[in-house]
């Protein structure tokens, strides 16, 4: 059998998929996991990397709508994801991450299932407490999230795909809502200051020049609020995707082990010499 040149491969994909959507299908709205890497090793493609992009799509998950239009939009995305094929079965890594975040991040687990988990910041006083000391110098990006949800997906026997998303659109929302408490304050300003000018002045163009002097300053002043909380919140959901992208780098060479919180090196006293 002649081979094909690759510059045929997206013409001959492209073909094959114009007749799958007008014939009959075989294979029906799903297909099986084993029939699908049965179908794969036909054509000879590597079952491994089959079976971890079947791993990779099933570790994607359908976040709630947060909303990405008008002003959420341009201020920023409401969820920061990462996910990578790491060393360990599900069981093993969520039972570490178990161990690791309570004590480093100081979140806590609010849902489980068997293969996902979502944590919360610690909303107690102790907790802000500690967060707002930090730790070996760290910040802890991790506190403003809404929500980390922890997925840990099965590739095979030793290997599982990992993956961390970070519900951010708390933070993203309070920038809208502050953005629009100054814009509603200019308006009040604006509408504050028409009435002495409309009673006190008699040249209506001065009143026109004034007030449209004040609205370009109130516009401006909202612009620039807009743009400083805007940048302030990408930064934040810049840090929390650098630290979920650390925690996937500690759990690829296995260190999600936790050291010794403040609070325990406190109580510990110091270190015999």
Request: with cysteine; aromatic share 4%; net charge positive.
């Amino acid at each position: 059998m002649r081979d094909l040149p690759r510059t045929a491969l997206e013409r001959v994909l492209a073909r094959a998929s114009e007749l799958q959507n007008t014939e009959p299908s075989e294979l029906g709205d799903t297909i099986s996991e084993a029939r699908l890497v049965e179908i794969a090793r036909e054509v000879g493609l590597d079952v491994q990397h089959v079976r971890q992009a079947i791993a990779e799509e099933r570790a994607q998950i359908t976040m709630p709508d947060a909303g990405s239009g008008g002003m959420l939009a341009g201020i920023g995305p409401g969820v920061v994801s990462a996910q990578r094929t790491v060393p360990g079965t599900p069981e093993q890594l969520l039972r570490d991450l178990d161990a690791f975040l309570p004590r480093t991040e100081y979140l806590v687990a609010v849902r489980r299932t068997a293969d996902r988990v979502i944590w919360e910041p610690r909303r107690d006083p102790l907790g802000n407490f500690f967060r707002s000391l930090g730790s070996g110098g760290r910040r802890f990006d991790l506190v403003r999230v809404d929500q980390l949800v922890v997925s840990a997906t099965r590739v095979d026997d030793t290997r599982s795909v990992l993956r961390f998303d970070a519900v951010v659109d708390g933070a993203r929302r309070s920038v809208r809502t502050a953005t629009l408490g100054v814009a509603g304050a200019g308006v009040l300003v604006l509408g504050f200051a028409a009435v002495p000018l409309l009673f006190l002045t008699v040249v209506p163009q001065v009143v026109v020049v004034i007030m449209a002097l004040l609205a370009a300053i109130a516009a401006g002043v909202t612009w620039l609020c807009w743009r400083t909380m805007a940048r302030t919140f990408r930064t934040m959901a810049g840090r929390v995707q650098q630290r979920i992208e650390s925690l996937l780098d500690e759990a690829q060479q296995g260190r999600l082990q936790a050291s010794p919180t403040l609070l325990e090196k406190m109580l510990q006293g110091p270190s015999p010499l």
